[in-house]
């Protein structure tokens, strides 16, 4: 009886995983997204001035064009793990809002709820902690200037800089409860205070914002009067406005067009590595005409096809191509509808939008810090960046020339917690005896955001001044360096390379090795 009941069970739970395997087929998602980006591209049309920022990675696939990308993370937002990360400073984002009056970020979720937490306490907390930083700021430079004129004229001074009616709130959704809300707002001067401390630039993003940050939420389920749209500029804050993509409905709706039937996906933009099978959003909005027009039972070979191409289309240039392996699915999804018609509405609204991608994701240039002649950037672009020497910290070697390439396979803290602080010691070597000489050096990862940055930062941190001079390693063999310090390197290397995304992980491997005086030790050996 017992067997019985167990084996019912287990025949549950793989009906279930069967049903939803076949709801989440690749066809399923890459239409849910587009229609998701029809609404994204409608809310953006109410603001057209404002650019459109995704936040990585799910917001990518929510629009053919964006302005630039930023990186809020959910978990910052998690109730009980508030938390406002100094590694995730997003100052480009509120200069960005500064300079054009606001900006749109775009992201979805697949729960049942209208908002990913990214959206709902991240942002709001990270508005609310810049807003508190920019007036301490502002306070102070208002009382050098009362004291700098006190024994001429107060009334000389410019009262322009004086923080008049700067919002300093904590603005939140109405669905975070009284409870949560007054947790975060205990934490607020801490972040704040950690922020002052952090060393980043509060002076240019205090001369850029005019007016305090503030966050707005736009979901699928908000009601906006299209002739009673105000205009942004006539707001008294800079608004960020939060799109969130997908219907947050908690079922599965089945959907059908003039040709096909679809099971409607929230969020279908997550967690790409699941189901994407190679496809990036560039490609995707690329060909997403073909793909969508395609149908069901053609759409996993079109895309196996258009990311083939693209891998082949990278080995001719020299560029890092990593052959793509998909396992074969158990089920094989079959449409429940199909109709015989030449034109549709879908086709002609794809047909006419404006798709401004490049061949992928990663084809985007080189970042530069500053004069350090440091510079951070993808595999992929390595083998035709005009620099003098290449260390590469992908698994893949790329073609350069031997005697100004270093190739330092690693891997993140994920697969390996020791991979980073082993060849450190060899990167950093590498690294001084090419930038004692004068010549310009790319850090390059397979995705430039996190193992590049982090051996960056390493060799940042013991080769430069904190003026950000060339010396060697002098002043780092002068100096212990603590977590703020690193921070503070950290911080300016985001400045310039807007797109890190530094692990947790990796980020420890770095201060182990710094504050382990690995990176003193090592000698000018080649």
């Given at each position: 009886?017992?067997?019985?009941?167990?084996?019912?069970?287990?025949?549950?739970?793989?009906?279930?995983?069967?049903?939803?395997?076949?709801?989440?087929?690749?066809?399923?998602?890459?239409?849910?997204?587009?229609?998701?980006?029809?609404?994204?591209?409608?809310?953006?049309?109410?603001?057209?001035?404002?650019?459109?920022?995704?936040?990585?990675?799910?917001?990518?696939?929510?629009?053919?064009?964006?302005?630039?990308?930023?990186?809020?993370?959910?978990?910052?937002?998690?109730?009980?793990n508030w938390s406002f990360n100094t590694s995730r400073l997003n100052l480009h984002v509120a200069q960005l809002a500064g300079q054009k009056g606001g900006c749109f970020i775009?992201?979805?979720t697949r729960r049942g709820k209208r908002f990913?937490?990214?959206?709902?306490?991240?942002?709001?907390?990270?508005?609310?902690?810049?807003?508190?930083?920019?007036?301490?700021?502002?306070?102070?430079?208002?009382?050098?200037a009362l004291g700098e004129s006190s024994a001429c004229d107060k009334h000389s001074v410019d009262t322009r800089q004086m923080p008049v009616d700067w919002d300093c709130s904590l603005h939140l959704p109405l669905w975070v409860s009284g409870t949560e809300r007054a947790s975060i707002e205990k934490r607020l001067e801490e972040w704040?205070?950690?922020?002052?401390?952090?060393?980043?630039?509060?002076?240019?993003?205090?001369?850029?914002?005019?007016?305090?940050?503030?966050?707005l939420w736009i979901s699928q389920k908000t009601v906006i009067w299209l002739n009673e749209v105000p205009d942004h500029e006539s707001w008294d804050f800079t608004p960020i406005i939060l799109v969130s993509a997908s219907s947050p409905s908690g079922v599965v709706q089945c959907r059908t067009s003039s040709e096909f039937s679809w099971n409607y996906i929230p969020g279908a933009?997550?967690?790409?590595?699941?189901?994407?099978?190679?496809?990036?959003?560039?490609?995707?909005?690329?060909?997403?005409?073909?793909?969508?027009?395609a149908g069901p039972e053609m759409c996993n070979q079109m895309v196996a096809d258009i990311v083939e191409k693209d891998r082949v289309s990278r080995a001719?240039?020299?560029?890092?191509?990593?052959?793509?392996?998909?396992?074969?699915?158990?089920?094989?999804?079959?449409?429940?509808?199909?109709?015989?018609?030449?034109?549709?509405?879908?086709?002609?609204?794809?047909?006419n939008m404006n798709i401004n991608r490049n061949s992928s994701d990663e084809d985007s240039v080189i970042s530069w810090l500053g004069s350090t002649n440091l510079a951070v950037g993808t595999s992929q672009n390595a083998g035709v960046s005009k620099v003098d020497c290449i260390l590469n910290c992908d698994k893949e070697s790329i073609s350069a020339d031997p005697k100004a390439y270093l190739h330092l396979p690693m891997l993140t803290s994920k697969f390996d917690r020791f991979s980073l602080l082993n060849n450190l010691p060899s990167a950093v070597n590498f690294a001084k005896w090419n930038l004692s000489q004068g010549k310009t050096l790319l850090i390059c990862c397979d995705n430039g955001?996190?193992?590049?940055?982090?051996?960056?930062?390493?060799?940042?941190?013991?080769?430069?001044?904190?003026?950000?001079?060339?010396?060697?390693?002098?002043?780092?063999?002068?100096?212990?360096?603590?977590?703020?310090?690193?921070?503070?390197?950290?911080?300016?290397?985001?400045?310039?390379?807007?797109?890190?995304?530094?692990?947790?992980?990796?980020l420890k491997q770095v201060f182990n090795f710094l504050s382990g005086g690995r990176a003193g030790s090592t000698n000018m050996s080649t």
């Open positions: 009886m017992e067997d019985d009941e167990n084996t019912h069970q287990l025949s549950i739970y793989r009906a279930a995983r069967s049903i939803k395997r076949r709801d989440n087929t690749l066809y399923n998602a890459l239409r849910s997204i587009y229609d998701d980006s029809v609404f994204v591209g409608e809310i953006f049309q109410l603001w057209p001035d404002l650019p459109l920022l995704a936040n990585l990675r799910c917001g990518l696939w929510y629009s053919p064009t964006f302005h630039a990308t930023c990186y809020f993370k959910s978990t910052d937002g998690h109730n009980n775009v992201d979805a990913p937490d990214s959206m709902s306490k991240t942002i709001p907390i990270w508005a609310c902690v810049l807003n508190r930083s920019i007036h301490n700021h502002r306070e102070r430079m208002r009382q050098i704040t205070q950690q922020l002052d401390a952090s060393g980043a630039d509060i002076s240019s993003l205090a001369s850029c914002l005019k007016k305090p940050l503030r966050p933009g997550d967690d790409e590595e699941s189901w994407a099978r190679g496809l990036t959003p560039s490609l995707f909005w690329n060909r997403a005409y073909d793909i969508i027009n001719r240039r020299g560029q890092d191509a990593p052959q793509v392996t998909v396992k074969a699915p158990n089920l094989v999804p079959r449409p429940d509808h199909c109709l015989n018609n030449d034109e549709s509405q879908l086709a002609t609204d794809i047909a955001e996190d193992i590049s940055v982090c051996v960056c930062l390493a060799i940042l941190t013991a080769l430069f001044d904190d003026e950000g001079t060339f010396d060697g390693g002098n002043f780092f063999s002068e100096t212990c360096i603590t977590k703020l310090e690193m921070r503070r390197r950290l911080i300016t290397v985001c400045k310039y390379v807007v797109n890190a995304r530094p692990s947790r992980g990796n």
